[in-house]
């Protein structure tokens, strides 16, 4: 099992920043690769960014240039982390970390935080 934590969402003006983190803890061996996704009311959810345990990176076309995501592979957890610069209301969405299991693991879901942008 692995266990996820997110925490840094909250209410920011357009153009503001914000820094969301996610802690990975358990059977992090059985993961690899690391993303933000998002959901806005009345729409799918969608890939913000990703990390790969190498570092590699992609990023949804939306958000290119505003926001980077990282990661720091301590001993027992794995952390994630987005940083969001230049928000805009359209960034409103619930944000959801998600753990992509490797080699026949399961990929787990933190329970989302919330990230409201006014104009």
């Known amino acids: 099992q692995v266990q996820l934590v997110e925490s840094g969402g909250g209410l920011v003006q357009a153009g503001g920043s914000l820094r969301l983190s996610c802690a990975a803890s358990?059977?992090?061996?059985?993961?690899?690769?690391m993303g933000w996704y998002r959901q806005a009311p009345g729409k799918q959810r969608e890939l913000v960014a990703r990390?790969?345990?190498?570092?590699?990176?992609?990023?949804a076309d939306s958000v290119k240039g505003r926001f980077t995501i990282s990661r720091d592979n301590a001993r027992n957890t794995v952390y994630v982390y987005l940083q969001m610069n230049s928000l805009k209301p359209e960034d409103t969405a619930v944000y959801y970390c998600?753990?992509?299991?490797?080699?026949?693991?399961?990929?787990?879901w933190g329970q989302g935080t919330q990230v409201t942008v006014s104009s």
């Open positions: 990390i790969n345990s190498g570092g590699g990176t992609n990023y």
């Open positions: 998600k753990a992509e299991g490797v080699l026949g693991h399961r990929d787990y």
């Open positions: 358990g059977s992090i061996f059985g993961i690899a690769p």
